[in-house]
């Protein structure tokens, strides 16, 4: 069967940004053609056979469609945005062990409606993915599912106790695309540093949950005047900022990368940009929540606005959209985080922490560039080619690569609707935001797993 996708606006950062169709077979892009470009044909046999087959130039010289008896579709997507599929790189599946919360199949299918192609499952399972069985169960479940592909996050240390190393290299042969131990900051210097020296000899990127649990500790929102006119206990900036600094001396030691998850203060980002201006191998990502949200979302107590690191002030706010538009924050994340109604609906300090997000991540996002912010392209290098370089992979649409698409509808205006999400959970403070743009299409290596 071949696929030919028509009249798309194709946005691939630093390949393409123009109107084209692109030819899809056996699950990976075989051309990319003009608008209304027939198929190219190969002349006919001279043994005087009717068959006329079509051949189209691509990696793969084997490929040809024999246009009287092979099968193939048109789908019309004109007006509509084609880019690379969008990745995240930091999510909570919950499966094994929290399935009440969410399962591979449900977080794979928000994924899918969210435009993500791929998503990178956080360790935090139970038990816990310090092992290449978890590993293993993982990948094959989300492989019997033919959804979003998945590239799951080893822990960093055993149980994510931060006392002793997990076994990277089994991991790794198991399928990890990168390992941290979210949620549980490392505190161990020396464990930290020895952990950034195993996986940059196994090629595998090491993910920073960066809290001074010291500072943190049983703190509940951002520290401030807020927390202090409703009686919570606060966190400063300086329990993130600090460890982010101790992050990136300890990638200078090893000479080795770091990647800094959910940045979410103004101290972070400039500390960040510094390291990068030094040489320093230092990577990071926000959350649609961090440049959308301040603390005054919280301020009736809404448990769907607490998160870890969290809601800050205007000013730090203003300091993640300028980090996003001049590179220093490389990738846009979601940290996916479903709950229950169990550990949402308690008092403010005894609710967990975390939203969902991969339902509404495209759209929030979107807003940088309806607001100028951001161009799309910059937008897509954040949500999609930059994550991929991260994990090392090659998503560029070129003829040879795997068909890993999200169409984009620009123009479709909606109010977010908690209840009408694929996730089984529900805990996300925007619900009632009227937004602008959503996935159409999600296709992974050129089969559709979601369309609207």
Avoid: W
């Avoid at 192609?117 to 816990?128: D, H, L, R």
């Avoid at 500790?217 to 966190?235: D, F, R, S, V, W």
């Avoid at 080619?385 to 690569?401: E, Q, V, W, Y």
């Amino acid at each position: 069967m071949l696929t030919r996708l028509k009249g798309a606006k194709v946005v691939d950062p630093g390949n393409i940004n123009a109107e084209k169709d692109l030819l899809i077979k056996d699950g990976y892009i075989k051309a990319i053609l003009d608008p209304g470009e027939p198929y190219p044909r190969l002349e006919k046999s001279t043994s005087g056979s009717d068959s006329s087959p079509v051949s189209v130039s691509s990696a793969d010289s084997s490929f040809s469609l024999d246009v009287e008896n092979d099968q193939y579709i048109e789908i019309d997507v004109s007006g509509m945005t084609l880019v690379p599929g969008l990745i995240d790189l930091h999510v909570h599946l919950r499966e094994p062990g929290h399935e009440y919360k969410e399962t591979i199949e449900t977080g794979l299918m928000a994924a899918a409606r969210g435009g993500f192609t791929a998503v990178c499952p956080m360790a935090n399972t139970s038990p816990v993915n310090d092992n290449a069985q978890v590993t293993s169960f993982i990948i094959n479940r989300a492989k019997e599912l033919g959804l979003s592909r998945i590239y799951p996050v080893g822990a960093m240390t055993k149980g994510l106790k931060g006392e002793s190393l997990a076994e990277f290299g089994d991991m790794k042969k198991a399928g990890i695309a990168a390992v941290s131990d979210d949620g549980c900051p490392v505190e161990n210097s020396m464990l930290m540093r020895r952990a950034l020296e195993y996986a940059k000899g196994l090629n595998i990127p090491v993910i920073s949950h960066s809290e001074d649990l010291s500072l943190s500790k049983n703190g509940a929102m951002n520290e401030g005047i807020t927390a202090t006119k409703l009686g919570i206990k606060g966190i400063p900036n300086a329990a993130e900022a600090s460890f982010i600094m101790r992050e990136i001396s300890l990638a200078e030691l090893a000479d080795a990368p770091v990647h800094i998850a959910h940045v979410s203060c103004e101290e972070s980002v400039e500390a960040i940009r510094n390291a990068k201006k030094r040489g320093i191998k230092v990577t990071c990502e926000t959350a649609p929540h961090y440049f959308t949200l301040t603390e005054k979302a919280v301020a009736d107590y809404d448990t769907n606005a607490k998160m870890n690191p969290p809601l800050r002030t205007e000013k730090d706010r203003q300091a993640i959209i300028k980090g996003l538009a001049d590179g220093t924050i490389d990738c846009i994340a979601t940290d996916h985080a479903p709950h229950s109604s169990l550990e949402k609906d308690l008092e403010f300090d005894k609710a967990a922490f975390g939203i969902i997000g991969l339902e509404t991540s495209l759209p929030l996002s979107l807003k940088l560039v309806e607001e100028g912010i951001l161009s799309f392209e910059t937008l897509i290098e954040k949500m999609s080619k930059n994550p991929a370089s991260i994990l090392g992979i090659n998503n560029d649409l070129t003829p040879g690569n795997p068909a890993d698409i999200t169409v984009i509808d620009m123009e479709s205006c909606f109010t977010i609707d908690p209840k009408s999400f694929l996730s089984k959970s529900r805990n996300t403070p925007f619900a009632g935001f009227k937004v602008t743009g959503e996935a159409y299409i999600t296709m992974v290596k050129g089969k559709i797993i979601y369309q609207r």
